[in-house]
């Protein structure tokens, strides 16, 4: 059989037209809603509770040193992910004394009864950093929830919303835990200090966001 060749001409194809701009924006707005659907859902995430398992050393009657630190069988323990006002530390313009009322509220939180603790790491200062709950009630995040502590590295969910709610510290001016301590380094006792060291950069960039943000009211 013998092949047939067409006429010699190419065929023409129209362009592709260009996307409107209705349907750019269009695209655009769809983006901006899937970054706020994951940025929600990581704020979700962040409200799960954690799941403790707590040594038998840390786990007994707790004596309250100040808002994110506390002592059981002699064993100092500060609460990860949070920062509270140092006891000496005051606040706004009235010299509200948040560093006692933080302390105060986490005695309220534990209620008299025993707290167990799981160990999460050490820091510097060779204390331990430990998720501690007290009943149901989770202490690191229940601080920060009510407005008595900052997020410190985890808990920025429940900073956002004590914020948004003028809840504890940001029901006026106040200045941040790690601020007031490099300014007042000579009325701070070692134990009270941060714990930078156990921090991720990634902690610490939180950190700088919250405090780009506003860190006071």
């Not at 899937?34 to 707590?54: W, Y």
């Not at 510097?124 to 997020?151: F, H, K, P």
Request: glycine share 10%.
């Amino acid at each position: 059989m013998g092949r047939r060749y067409g006429n010699g001409r190419r065929r023409y194809r129209a362009p592709s037209p260009r996307p409107s701009m209705g349907r750019r924006l269009w695209d655009i707005l769809l983006a901006v809603v899937l970054l706020v659907l994951i940025a929600v859902l990581v704020v979700r995430l962040d409200q799960s509770p954690k799941t403790v398992t707590p040594s038998a050393a840390l786990t007994g009657r707790a004596y309250v040193i100040d808002g994110d630190t506390i002592s059981i069988n002699r064993i100092h323990i500060r609460l990860k992910g949070i920062d509270a006002p140092e006891l000496k530390q005051t606040c706004g313009a009235a010299a509200r004394p948040c560093g006692q009322e933080a302390r105060q509220s986490l005695i309220r939180l534990i209620g008299g009864r025993d707290v167990r603790c799981s160990e999460e790491g050490r820091d510097r200062y060779d204390r331990v950093l430990a998720i501690c709950l007290s009943g149901e009630t989770e202490l690191n995040r229940s601080m920060v929830g009510t407005g008595q502590a900052v997020s410190y590295g985890d808990y920025g969910g429940a900073e956002m919303e004590a914020r948004a709610k003028s809840l504890g510290l940001w029901k006026g001016d106040f200045e941040r835990p790690s601020d007031w301590r490099r300014r007042n380094q000579e009325v701070v006792d070692d134990f009270d200090q941060p714990d930078d060291a156990a921090t991720t950069p990634l902690d610490r960039l939180w950190n700088w966001f919250v405090t780009m943000m506003g860190g006071t009211r």
